[in-house]
């Protein structure tokens, strides 16, 4: 390392303010935001920053590493002796297998592409299987090397401008499903490649829907990213809402979805914000959207439809930190119309969050169970749905206590 080299904040022992500081600023985010993020005043975050008040007990430090999006919790805590990840999964058993295929640099082959159709049914049935399926990581990990090399020799191979439209597409769309696979995974640099790739291979196919899809997933990638991150995605979102304009008028009902929920992406960064009236202004204008299309569809990569529309209002009002909102909205969503697995379960951990920003932390860990017996996986590697099980841990109700301990071990936050 050259001695003019930025020095690792945490090599030598630093205490939990500075800690908190150095994530902080990291991230972007002000002590004011900080601050109403976590329920405490910006005098409060100064303190602790530095030094004037002790590292506070668990629940809050939960809290901070939830709204610095801390990926172990040992990098804000400063305990290395027991990493627990937050925003961070597991590593999936399949994860080596995808990386060697999206890292492959095919320029030449002895093997002849499948036929386009052939490759796009096996997408549909993906699809399918990701949202039927409770641990959809095992069936798509299993299905995307091949797809993706597959994809990859269908675009090496079109004769034709045409075609080779045509295969962008169909690559933009299996780097799509794979980052679903990728998501919450031990590999951020993976996943971003992905997001990059499809993004270019949609604008390759020219095709808007494909092109709404790569848009939504990267919009998603920056704001996970943190606040730093959210005028990029803002920035991605906007600006495909705009493209997708000129075609709404007689567009199908997969272009129609893609563009509600890229309006439905921009309202919840508006609630990240704490934007209340945009981020409801973008939420409503997504419902009138869905309600052009038919009652019974549902979009196969962002899940938007109309019977979806009840789950992203519980969002909204989480972000926004609203408790009793979130659970009036909770309260009239159904999610019993949701065809998708995962997505059921996203929704019934929003529900946990909402009733624990409420004070109902019996009725949260209730929310969890529902979302494990929906879909263990999404449970396992959702960060929200971790903090509040390590946080119930540490309740006073001896019952709240055995219930989320159980929880715990099952998601893999404790050892058995």
């Known amino acids: 390392m050259s001695s003019d080299a930025t020095p690792d904040p945490f090599a030598e022992p630093v205490a939990f303010g500075q800690r908190m500081q150095i994530l902080r600023i990291r991230r972007g985010m002000s002590r004011n935001v900080l601050a109403g993020l976590v329920g405490k005043s910006p005098s409060w975050v100064k303190q602790v920053e530095g030094g004037r008040l002790q590292m506070p007990k668990l629940p809050m430090v939960l809290r901070i590493a939830e709204a610095l999006r801390v990926q172990d919790l040992s990098d804000l805590a400063g305990d290395q002796s027991r990493p627990i990840a937050l925003f961070t999964g597991p590593g999936h058993a399949r994860l080596p297998q995808v990386r060697a295929a999206v890292d492959a640099f095919p320029l030449t082959t ?50 034709s401008a045409s075609e080779r439209r045509e295969a962008q597409a169909l690559l933009s769309e299996a780097y799509s499903l794979s980052q679903f696979f990728l998501a919450y995974q031990p590999d951020s640099s993976l996943l971003w490649r992905v997001v990059e790739r499809g993004m270019i291979a949609a604008q390759e196919s020219e095709d808007p829907h494909t092109i709404g899809v790569s848009a939504w997933l990267a919009t998603q990638a920056h704001r996970d990213s943190g606040h730093a991150h959210f005028d990029a995605a803002d920035a991605v979102n906007l600006a495909t809402i705009r493209y997708l304009e000129a075609f709404l008028p007689n ?17 919840y960064t508006a609630a990240r914000r704490g934007d209340t009236g945009a981020a409801w202004r973008y939420w409503d204008t997504a419902r009138g959207v869905a309600d052009r299309l038919p009652m019974d569809y549902f979009h196969p990569v962002t899940s938007f439809s109309r019977a979806v529309m009840g789950a992203h209002a519980v969002t909204v009002a989480v972000e926004l930190h609203a408790g009793g909102e979130s659970v009036r909205q909770a309260a009239a969503a159904d999610v019993t119309t949701i065809p998708s697995r995962p997505r059921r379960a996203r929704h019934r951990i929003e529900e946990a969050r909402g009733y624990q920003l409420d004070g109902q932390a019996e009725a949260a860990l209730a929310a ?7 879909a263990p996986e999404t449970v396992r590697y959702n960060g929200y749905a971790r903090r509040i099980v390590l946080e119930e841990v540490e309740s006073k109700s001896p019952s709240q206590r055995r219930r989320a301990s159980e929880l715990a071990m099952k998601i893999g936050t404790l050892a058995a």
Do not use: C, M
Request: net charge negative; no cysteine.
């Open 251 to 267: 567009a199908g009902n997969d272009v129609l979805a893609i563009a509600g929920a890229l309006q439905f992406e921009a309202g």
């Open 110 to 159: 002895q093997r002849e592409a499948p036929a386009p159709q052939h490759v796009r049914e096996r997408l549909a049935r993906a699809w399918g299987a990701r949202h039927s399926a409770p641990h959809h990581r095992d069936v798509i990990g299993a299905l995307l090397p091949d797809l993706i090399r597959d994809a990859q020799l269908a675009v090496l191979q079109a004769d």
């Open 368 to 374: 969890l169970d529902k979302a494990y017996q929906a």
